[in-house]
């Protein structure tokens, strides 16, 4: 892996993401803006404040300035304050790695869903990529330099019952990405997307997202790794650094020529 200078890192996380997806962002030579926030209305915990310093402390002794913050990324004031706190801290940010999301409230049928529900879903794994991008999209393409990631999942490239909101924002982020991936093309600035498949929580994080998606379909507990290792066709689920690996490839130098791409880090799910 190569980079020119030293990368300005903007990273917008969920809950579970934890210290293990954070870790190869040191191979950038980055410093990260870490935006953590709870969300009324999710039936689970997100990233917490406690969290959220642990995982910069890490990253700081591995010799990265490290930015915190607290927003929420359905508020677009808020999202502009942290961009502009880390553009004054650093001086320009170089990739931006749109990684908030929620999977819930989910668990049943469309005619089921009601309006706050769909809205909350839409407005966090959708439009906040888009609040992202459309701060940090001017400067980049000013500067004709910078990388977008959008973390989409595979329910960007397949259905799963019970879970509309979800498939529907993430097939919307994949189209996003597309169509800005063209917008800034001109100008140098990439945008590309990451389909996780199932990513087993990191306990040391307290990450519950894939529990939680294992309530919703009513697995037992104790029994979601079996049930959703049994799904993967090599048969494993996949791990948060696995994930990362492929984020901090999109962001690199080494993609340079890639952009409005879809890369796909689920052991082979979505392609049975």
Known sequence: MTTHDTTKLIC???????????????????DPLDICADLPGVPYPLGTPGQLEHTATLCREAGAAVLTAEADIRDLRAVREAVTRAEDRFGRIDVAVNNAGIAAPSGKPVHEIDEDEWS??????LSGAWRVIREVGKAMSARRAGSIVNVASTAGLVGYRHFAGYVAAKHAVVGLTKAAALDYAPTKVRVNAVCPGSVRDDAQAEGRMLAEIARALDVPVHEHEKTF?????????????????AIVFLASDDSRQITGSVLTVDGGFSIR
């Open 229 to 245: 290792v049994e799904a993967q066709p090599m048969n494993a689920l996949i791990e948060p650094e696995d994930v990362a690996a």
């Open 120 to 125: 909350l879903m839409i407005d966090v794994d």
């Open 12 to 30: 917008l996380p969920y809950a579970g993401a934890g210290a293990s997806f954070y870790r190869p962002w040191t191979a950038l030579a980055g």
